[in-house]
């Protein structure tokens, strides 16, 4: 007795079959682990969602940029070529 209060100092069986079925504590507790890991793998699974959508945002912002410095660049050269010339 002595070492099963030592185990579980609150004396509460988290998970215990009786002759019908589970005890109520046990069937909460059940409930409520199940829940929680539903919850986690939601959790994680729209984070990685969002991270992979910035992730694509941040890259096709990145090509804009690239786009328009070679745009920038272009014109400057224009722009002293003509300079030269005169």
Known sequence: MASSILMNPWNISLIKFSKGGF???GLIYLIIVLGLLVLFFISFFLFIKRVLRSSAVR????????????????????????????
């Open 59 to 86: 890259e096709s912002d990145s090509l804009k940029n690239g786009e328009e410095l070679h745009i920038i660049i272009k014109q400057n050269e224009k722009i002293i070529s003509l300079l030269e010339e005169k």
């Open 23 to 25: 005890e109520i504590y």
